[in-house]
Protein backbone atom coordinates (compact mmCIF):
# COMPACT_ATOMS: atom_id res chain seq x y z
CA UNK A 1 0.00 0.00 0.00
CA UNK A 2 2.88 2.37 0.68
CA UNK A 3 4.47 1.71 -2.49
CA UNK A 4 0.91 2.29 -4.37
CA UNK A 5 0.61 5.95 -2.18
CA UNK A 6 4.13 6.51 -3.17
CA UNK A 7 3.14 6.26 -6.80
CA UNK A 8 0.21 8.03 -6.56
CA UNK A 9 2.09 11.32 -5.03
CA UNK A 10 4.70 11.21 -7.50
CA UNK A 11 1.82 11.44 -10.30
CA UNK A 12 -0.34 14.22 -8.65
CA UNK A 13 3.26 16.06 -8.17
CA UNK A 14 4.13 15.76 -11.53
CA UNK A 15 0.11 16.90 -13.10
CA UNK A 16 0.52 19.85 -10.84
CA UNK A 17 3.74 20.87 -11.52
CA UNK A 18 3.63 20.15 -15.71
CA UNK A 19 0.02 21.88 -14.83
CA UNK A 20 0.99 25.24 -13.59
CA UNK A 21 4.10 25.36 -15.30
CA UNK A 22 1.93 26.70 -18.68
CA UNK A 23 0.93 29.69 -16.20
CA UNK A 24 4.71 30.09 -14.72
CA UNK A 25 5.78 30.91 -18.86
CA UNK A 26 3.33 34.17 -18.80
CA UNK A 27 6.02 36.08 -16.21
CA UNK A 28 8.76 34.68 -18.46
CA UNK A 29 6.99 37.25 -21.35
CA UNK A 30 7.66 40.49 -21.21
CA UNK A 31 10.50 42.41 -21.47
CA UNK A 32 12.89 39.17 -22.38
CA UNK A 33 12.40 37.59 -26.14
CA UNK A 34 10.69 34.52 -25.64
CA UNK A 35 13.85 32.57 -27.53
CA UNK A 36 16.21 34.31 -24.55
CA UNK A 37 13.80 33.05 -22.18
CA UNK A 38 13.95 29.27 -23.78
CA UNK A 39 17.40 29.32 -23.95
CA UNK A 40 17.78 30.29 -20.00
CA UNK A 41 15.29 27.51 -18.89
CA UNK A 42 16.67 24.56 -20.42
CA UNK A 43 20.97 25.66 -20.40
CA UNK A 44 20.32 26.06 -16.38
CA UNK A 45 18.26 22.69 -16.89
CA UNK A 46 21.12 20.95 -18.67
CA UNK A 47 23.68 22.42 -16.16
CA UNK A 48 21.39 20.95 -13.30
CA UNK A 49 21.44 17.71 -14.67
CA UNK A 50 25.03 17.62 -15.89
CA UNK A 51 25.81 18.26 -12.44
CA UNK A 52 23.63 15.43 -10.97
CA UNK A 53 25.23 12.95 -13.64
CA UNK A 54 28.83 14.10 -11.86
CA UNK A 55 27.48 13.18 -8.37
CA UNK A 56 26.08 10.24 -9.12
CA UNK A 57 29.06 8.58 -11.91
CA UNK A 58 26.97 8.72 -14.90
CA UNK A 59 29.29 8.87 -18.28
CA UNK A 60 28.98 12.15 -19.92
CA UNK A 61 30.99 11.67 -23.19
CA UNK A 62 29.38 10.11 -26.72
CA UNK A 63 30.49 9.64 -29.76
CA UNK A 64 30.69 12.65 -32.35
CA UNK A 65 27.54 10.63 -34.76
CA UNK A 66 25.74 10.56 -30.87
CA UNK A 67 25.97 14.27 -30.16
CA UNK A 68 24.29 14.88 -34.04
CA UNK A 69 21.46 12.65 -32.84
CA UNK A 70 21.24 14.51 -29.43
CA UNK A 71 21.74 18.10 -31.03
CA UNK A 72 18.46 17.21 -33.87
CA UNK A 73 15.97 15.29 -30.96
CA UNK A 74 16.80 18.44 -28.24
CA UNK A 75 16.74 21.32 -30.58
CA UNK A 76 13.39 19.92 -32.09
CA UNK A 77 12.41 18.86 -28.86
CA UNK A 78 13.64 21.63 -25.77
CA UNK A 79 14.30 24.54 -28.19
CA UNK A 80 12.02 25.07 -31.42
CA UNK A 81 9.22 23.07 -29.51
CA UNK A 82 8.89 25.92 -26.54
CA UNK A 83 10.08 28.71 -28.64
CA UNK A 84 6.89 28.19 -30.65
CA UNK A 85 4.91 27.70 -27.13
CA UNK A 86 6.62 30.85 -25.78
CA UNK A 87 5.17 32.74 -28.48
CA UNK A 88 1.60 31.07 -28.50
CA UNK A 89 1.34 32.29 -25.28
CA UNK A 90 1.49 35.64 -26.35
CA UNK A 91 -1.78 35.26 -27.89
CA UNK A 92 -4.15 32.83 -26.16
CA UNK A 93 -4.23 32.45 -22.71
CA UNK A 94 -1.82 29.36 -20.96
CA UNK A 95 -4.23 26.95 -20.52
CA UNK A 96 -5.39 26.75 -23.91
CA UNK A 97 -1.79 26.33 -25.34
CA UNK A 98 -1.72 23.21 -23.09
CA UNK A 99 -4.88 22.09 -24.34
CA UNK A 100 -3.16 22.10 -27.48
CA UNK A 101 0.03 20.91 -26.92
CA UNK A 102 -1.81 17.74 -25.48
CA UNK A 103 -2.46 16.58 -29.10
CA UNK A 104 2.02 15.85 -29.21
CA UNK A 105 0.63 11.83 -27.97
CA UNK A 106 -1.40 11.58 -30.73
CA UNK A 107 0.05 13.18 -33.34
CA UNK A 108 3.34 10.98 -32.54
CA UNK A 109 1.66 7.51 -32.42
CA UNK A 110 0.42 8.56 -36.14
CA UNK A 111 3.78 9.85 -37.17
CA UNK A 112 4.88 6.70 -35.63
CA UNK A 113 3.25 4.79 -38.22
CA UNK A 114 4.55 6.40 -40.72
CA UNK A 115 8.52 7.46 -40.31
CA UNK A 116 9.03 4.71 -37.70
CA UNK A 117 6.87 1.63 -39.61
CA UNK A 118 4.78 1.01 -36.32
CA UNK A 119 1.72 -0.47 -36.44
CA UNK A 120 -1.10 1.54 -35.63
CA UNK A 121 -4.41 -0.27 -34.48
CA UNK A 122 -8.10 0.88 -35.02
CA UNK A 123 -8.30 1.85 -31.82
CA UNK A 124 -5.34 4.05 -31.96
CA UNK A 125 -6.77 6.12 -34.70
CA UNK A 126 -10.15 6.19 -33.29
CA UNK A 127 -8.36 7.90 -29.92
CA UNK A 128 -6.11 9.88 -31.86
CA UNK A 129 -9.24 11.45 -34.17
CA UNK A 130 -11.37 11.91 -30.96
CA UNK A 131 -8.79 13.95 -29.65
CA UNK A 132 -7.88 16.12 -32.04
CA UNK A 133 -11.28 16.58 -32.69
CA UNK A 134 -11.68 17.79 -29.04
CA UNK A 135 -9.02 20.08 -29.46
CA UNK A 136 -10.46 21.69 -32.11
CA UNK A 137 -14.11 22.26 -30.05
CA UNK A 138 -12.22 23.58 -27.30
CA UNK A 139 -10.37 26.14 -29.46
CA UNK A 140 -13.47 26.70 -31.77
CA UNK A 141 -15.09 29.49 -29.68
CA UNK A 142 -11.71 31.27 -29.10
CA UNK A 143 -12.26 32.35 -32.85
CA UNK A 144 -14.78 34.17 -31.88
CA UNK A 145 -12.60 36.55 -29.35
CA UNK A 146 -10.41 38.01 -32.20
CA UNK A 147 -8.32 41.26 -31.02
CA UNK A 148 -5.97 43.35 -32.09
CA UNK A 149 -3.85 42.87 -29.38
CA UNK A 150 -4.43 38.80 -28.90
CA UNK A 151 -4.44 37.33 -32.38
CA UNK A 152 -6.09 34.15 -31.77
CA UNK A 153 -5.44 32.53 -35.49
CA UNK A 154 -1.64 33.50 -34.21
CA UNK A 155 -1.44 31.86 -31.61
CA UNK A 156 -3.43 28.70 -32.46
CA UNK A 157 -0.58 28.62 -35.51
CA UNK A 158 2.23 28.91 -33.22
CA UNK A 159 0.31 26.12 -30.78
CA UNK A 160 0.30 23.91 -33.85
CA UNK A 161 4.25 24.46 -34.94
CA UNK A 162 4.42 23.58 -31.10
CA UNK A 163 3.31 19.95 -31.42
CA UNK A 164 4.66 19.04 -35.15
CA UNK A 165 8.19 20.50 -33.52
CA UNK A 166 7.62 18.40 -30.38
CA UNK A 167 6.17 15.33 -31.96
CA UNK A 168 9.36 15.42 -34.71
CA UNK A 169 11.56 15.63 -31.68
CA UNK A 170 9.92 12.34 -29.51
CA UNK A 171 9.99 10.61 -33.04
CA UNK A 172 13.62 10.80 -33.19
CA UNK A 173 13.74 10.40 -29.62
CA UNK A 174 12.31 6.97 -29.76
CA UNK A 175 14.55 5.95 -32.78
CA UNK A 176 17.77 7.39 -30.49
CA UNK A 177 16.15 5.18 -27.55
CA UNK A 178 16.17 2.42 -29.84
CA UNK A 179 19.88 2.88 -30.51
CA UNK A 180 20.82 2.76 -26.42
CA UNK A 181 20.53 6.91 -26.38
CA UNK A 182 18.30 7.22 -23.36
CA UNK A 183 19.12 7.95 -19.97
CA UNK A 184 19.83 10.88 -17.86
CA UNK A 185 23.34 12.15 -19.78
CA UNK A 186 21.01 11.88 -22.81
CA UNK A 187 19.08 14.44 -21.31
CA UNK A 188 21.31 16.53 -20.32
CA UNK A 189 23.26 17.11 -23.87
CA UNK A 190 19.87 17.40 -25.37
CA UNK A 191 18.29 20.23 -23.35
CA UNK A 192 21.57 21.86 -23.51
CA UNK A 193 21.83 22.18 -27.25
CA UNK A 194 17.41 22.74 -27.07
CA UNK A 195 18.87 25.98 -25.17
CA UNK A 196 22.04 26.86 -28.05
CA UNK A 197 19.65 26.42 -30.80
CA UNK A 198 16.83 28.81 -28.94
CA UNK A 199 20.08 31.60 -28.47
CA UNK A 200 21.30 31.05 -31.74
CA UNK A 201 17.68 31.60 -33.22
CA UNK A 202 17.54 34.77 -31.17
CA UNK A 203 21.01 36.28 -32.62
CA UNK A 204 20.30 35.47 -36.25
CA UNK A 205 16.37 37.28 -35.40
CA UNK A 206 18.28 40.09 -33.86
CA UNK A 207 17.44 40.00 -30.14
CA UNK A 208 18.79 41.21 -27.52
CA UNK A 209 20.48 39.01 -24.97
CA UNK A 210 18.88 40.38 -21.24
CA UNK A 211 17.93 39.18 -18.51
CA UNK A 212 15.23 40.03 -16.31
CA UNK A 213 16.26 40.71 -12.80
CA UNK A 214 12.90 41.54 -11.17
CA UNK A 215 11.43 38.86 -8.60
CA UNK A 216 8.94 37.45 -11.27
CA UNK A 217 10.66 36.26 -13.49
CA UNK A 218 13.81 34.84 -11.74
CA UNK A 219 11.05 33.05 -9.86
CA UNK A 220 9.46 31.45 -12.71
CA UNK A 221 12.56 30.99 -14.47
CA UNK A 222 13.87 28.58 -11.31
CA UNK A 223 10.38 26.93 -11.18
CA UNK A 224 10.15 26.32 -14.51
CA UNK A 225 14.05 24.92 -14.68
CA UNK A 226 14.19 22.78 -11.39
CA UNK A 227 10.51 21.64 -10.40
CA UNK A 228 9.80 21.95 -14.17
CA UNK A 229 12.20 20.61 -16.14
CA UNK A 230 14.32 18.80 -13.92
CA UNK A 231 12.10 17.45 -10.78
CA UNK A 232 9.15 16.84 -12.29
CA UNK A 233 11.29 14.51 -15.00
CA UNK A 234 12.76 12.66 -12.33
CA UNK A 235 9.51 11.82 -10.88
CA UNK A 236 7.59 10.91 -13.76
CA UNK A 237 11.24 8.77 -14.94
CA UNK A 238 10.57 7.48 -11.60
CA UNK A 239 6.68 6.13 -12.51
CA UNK A 240 7.72 4.75 -16.04
CA UNK A 241 10.05 2.46 -14.40
CA UNK A 242 7.66 1.44 -11.57
CA UNK A 243 4.12 1.72 -13.29
CA UNK A 244 5.61 1.61 -17.10
CA UNK A 245 5.97 4.51 -19.69
CA UNK A 246 2.09 4.10 -20.46
CA UNK A 247 0.50 4.29 -17.34
CA UNK A 248 3.37 6.92 -16.59
CA UNK A 249 2.02 9.16 -20.18
CA UNK A 250 -1.71 9.76 -18.34
CA UNK A 251 -0.22 12.46 -16.54
CA UNK A 252 0.09 14.23 -19.97
CA UNK A 253 -3.58 13.45 -19.85
CA UNK A 254 -4.65 15.79 -16.99
CA UNK A 255 -1.86 18.21 -16.82
CA UNK A 256 -3.43 20.30 -19.82
CA UNK A 257 -6.65 20.10 -17.43
CA UNK A 258 -5.10 21.41 -14.47
CA UNK A 259 -3.27 24.04 -16.79
CA UNK A 260 -6.39 25.08 -17.72
CA UNK A 261 -8.49 25.31 -14.59
CA UNK A 262 -5.00 27.50 -13.52
CA UNK A 263 -5.69 29.94 -16.75
CA UNK A 264 -9.53 30.17 -15.45
CA UNK A 265 -8.11 31.57 -11.68
CA UNK A 266 -5.28 33.45 -12.75
CA UNK A 267 -5.67 34.79 -16.33
CA UNK A 268 -9.54 35.22 -16.33
CA UNK A 269 -10.33 32.30 -19.31
CA UNK A 270 -14.18 32.14 -19.46
CA UNK A 271 -15.35 28.02 -20.42
CA UNK A 272 -17.89 27.68 -22.95
CA UNK A 273 -19.86 24.72 -23.33
CA UNK A 274 -17.72 23.63 -26.40
CA UNK A 275 -14.53 24.20 -23.97
CA UNK A 276 -15.97 21.52 -21.52
CA UNK A 277 -17.71 19.05 -24.38
CA UNK A 278 -13.96 19.73 -25.84
CA UNK A 279 -11.93 18.39 -22.85
CA UNK A 280 -14.06 15.44 -21.94
CA UNK A 281 -13.82 13.92 -25.73
CA UNK A 282 -10.01 14.54 -26.42
CA UNK A 283 -9.14 13.46 -22.44
CA UNK A 284 -11.31 9.90 -23.83
CA UNK A 285 -9.26 9.84 -27.13
CA UNK A 286 -6.04 9.81 -25.32
CA UNK A 287 -7.36 7.46 -22.79
CA UNK A 288 -7.95 5.12 -25.70
CA UNK A 289 -4.46 5.92 -27.40
CA UNK A 290 -2.92 5.34 -23.98
CA UNK A 291 -4.55 2.15 -22.96
CA UNK A 292 -4.07 0.96 -26.37
CA UNK A 293 -0.45 1.14 -25.67
CA UNK A 294 -1.07 -0.31 -22.21
CA UNK A 295 -2.79 -3.47 -23.41
CA UNK A 296 0.10 -3.77 -26.11
CA UNK A 297 3.35 -3.94 -23.36
CA UNK A 298 1.27 -6.21 -21.36
CA UNK A 299 1.96 -9.09 -24.47
Known amino acids: MGRRVNNLSIFAGCVLIWGTTWLAI ?48 GGLMYGAAYVAVYHAELHLASGLVAIGYSASPLVSSLGARLFLRQRVSARQLLGSALGLAGICLVYWP ?59 VALTLGRAYTID ?22 GWLTLVGRIGAARASYVGVMAPVVALCVS ?36
Not at 168 to 186: D, M
Open 142 to 200: EFGKLAPDRNVALGIVFTVAAVLFSCSGGLLAQRNHQQGLHGWPTMAWSMGYGALLSLA
Open 264 to 299: TLFEGFAWHPLTALGIAISVSGNILVLGTSQTASRK
Open 213 to 234: LGAPYLLSLAYLAVLGTVITFA
Open 26 to 73: TFQLGPVAPEISVSHRFLLAALLIAAWCRIRGLPLRFKPSEHVALALM
